[in-house]
């Protein structure tokens, strides 16, 4: 298959490409290396199987002409860090919201049937119970989140209105190599300096979820039919607590740091575990029951 990936070069795009090359797809990656890296893909683009374009998905017609031929989009590019879209509120609204309106837009126009969308537990807000179902109100609570929801309800709208089928699939906090700037890079580089690790509240308890799943349901999502029936929850539906995290990785890495708590950062959810009893019904793809099992891969 043709597949155009938006923010391919970022931290889950970039694991996507990989194994989508690995099974013999052809792959455009489309990244206005906001936060990409071109070194994160550069060992695929000597093939004929992968090409990068250094383009913004403000650009409506960039986007028609790049997509043209393809058979799938993820759509990933996007204003992808909390305190960032709260930091440049703009951004996050014309990338996260208008940007998702002209992937569709351009899928739309040529004719692309298949749309997978990674929206974010931030849709829900804070929850009002755990673990959270997909009917739980969305109720967000930064405008990484607003943006979030807004561009689930434009696919929706989309696939309503036209021949498409799209998968909104709503992510816990992935992890993996080649993040940063996220609680388990940062906490990471943190232990193997001896820094202290900084706490914002103490109170946060957080569903981690390997890059490497989310990738095999990524993939899954091409032709999985009931995943196109509503949104998805991807997460371990396990909690962790900051701490836990902590103290695990301190271990891990046989650090000596000290856990410093500042006071909590008022955009931030303090808790959510997802619930996958829908995500159980839609994909046979097996999560592991250590939501951390893939901590020590990153250490390595
Ligand atoms: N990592 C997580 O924990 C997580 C959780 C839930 C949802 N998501 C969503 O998954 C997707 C991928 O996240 P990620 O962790 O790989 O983040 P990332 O920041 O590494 O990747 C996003 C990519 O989008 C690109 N981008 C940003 N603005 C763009 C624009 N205007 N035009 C073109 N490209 C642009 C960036 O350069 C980057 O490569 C995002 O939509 C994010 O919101 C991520």
Redesign the pocket.
Known sequence: MKIFI?????????HLVDKLIEQKHEVII????????VENIERHLTAKSARFVN????DFDALVRKSAGCDVVF???????VMGSVTDID?SF???VV?TYNVLKAAQKNGIKRFVF?????SYGEAQTVPVKENHPLDSKNS?GAS?VAGEKYCQVFQSMFDMEVVIL??????GS??FG?VIPIFLDDVKTDKDITIFGGKQVIDFISIHTICDVLIDSITNREAAESPTNVGSGTGISLFELAERIKNLVKSGSKIIVEPARSVEVVKYIASLERYNKVFDIKINPDPLCDLPKMIE
């Open positions: 938006t923010g391919g070069a970022g931290f889950i795009g970039s489309f990244d206005n290396l906001f936060r990409g890296k383009g913004d998905i403000r759509h990933l590019a996007a204003q992808s860090n951004y014309e990338t996260n940007g990674s929206s974010s537990r931030e990484y979030k709503r992510f816990s906090n992935v992890y080649r993040d996220r």
